[in-house]
């Protein structure tokens, strides 16, 4: 029998003042873009915004609905639309925000496991890590260097091949 031992490496700021500038700009719009969450039974509005490989901008939003698990999360909005309007380029990074009504905005929150599954299969069709920036209104901020660290001994398309 073996142990093995899982670990992965992550900055810690203060505050978004000690980001670079772009990723503060990508996390102050993240902010920004929780307004267009559609988030009337969690109360909890998420906003994610990216820089592609190309320099374009895209943004997504929680959209909830009255059947809750139709609801979709705003990284999953993200990366569809991302894929939609831009095929095939990858993403960079991707700030996340949130707005909670009912309590605190005042640390980062990661990703829901569903998201990380979905942000795993983009870096690896486009074999390409996303950089996460996570952070709430205030206080301190993650910068995760890719997506696939957040999701140990995923299942992966590779498991599905045929033939091999
Ligand atoms: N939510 C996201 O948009 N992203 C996450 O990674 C976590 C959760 C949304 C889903 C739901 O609309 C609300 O936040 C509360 O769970």
């Known amino acids: 029998m ?18 670079t500038e772009e990723e503060a700009w990508l996390l102050k719009e993240a902010r920004e873009v929780t307004q267009h969450a559609y988030a009337p039974y969690s109360h909890f509005q998420v906003g994610a915004v990216a820089k592609m490989a190309n320099g374009e901008i895209v943004a997504g939003s929680n959209q909830e609905n009255a059947s809750f698990p139709v609801g979709l999360c705003a990284e999953r909005v993200l990366l569809a639309s991302a ?34 599954q979905s942000l795993q299969e983009f870096e690896e069709r486009l074999r390409h890590p996303i950089k996460l920036i996570l952070g709430g209104m205030t206080g301190k901020v993650f910068v995760i260097p890719n997506a696939t660290s957040l999701l140990p001994l995923a299942f992966t398309s590779g498991e599905l091949a045929i033939g091999s």
């Open 2 to 19: 073996n142990k093995e031992t899982y670990q992965f490496t992550y900055e810690v700021y203060n505050s978004i003042e000690d980001l």
């Open 83 to 116: 894929a939609s309007i831009f095929p095939k380029v990858p993403v960079s990074v991707i700030a996340i925000s949130y707005n909670n009504e009912n309590g605190k905005s005042d640390h980062p929150v990661a990703p829901c496991g569903i998201c990380r």
